[in-house]
């Protein structure tokens, strides 16, 4: 089994950045794309960002040019990195890593 557990959520105005961290534990060897979802109250969870075990990255049309996935598979972990945010991207984000593994999330908060 693998668990992930995110960071690095919080409250930031309008125009700032976060940058998401998520590590992996478990049987991590099995892992090939880890992603980044968001979930707004009354809205469907949606992919922000993926990245396979090789740095093969795609990010949501969106959020491209703002929102950067990265990963380092030697520590488990994967980051999200996000700039310019806007009070629309305020959503409780969660790390991925398969069919059924998510982390608990991390709430991000963008104030105008």
């Known amino acids: 089994q693998v668990q992930l557990v995110e960071s690095g959520g919080g409250l930031v105005q309008a125009g700032g950045s976060l940058r998401l961290s998520c590590v992996a534990s478990?049987?991590?060897?099995?892992?090939?794309?880890m992603g980044w979802y968001r979930q707004a109250p009354g809205k469907q969870r949606e992919l922000v960002a993926s990245i396979t075990n090789g740095g093969s990255a795609n990010i949501t049309d969106s959020l491209k040019g703002r929102f950067t996935i990265s990963r380092d598979n030697s520590k488990n972990m994967v980051y999200l990195e996000m700039n310019s945010l806007k009070p629309e991207d305020s959503a409780v984000y969660y790390c991925?890593?398969?069919?059924?593994?998510w982390g608990k999330g991390t709430l991000v908060t963008v104030s105008s």
């Open positions: 991925n890593a398969g069919v059924g593994v």
């Open positions: 478990g049987i991590t060897y099995s892992i090939d794309v």
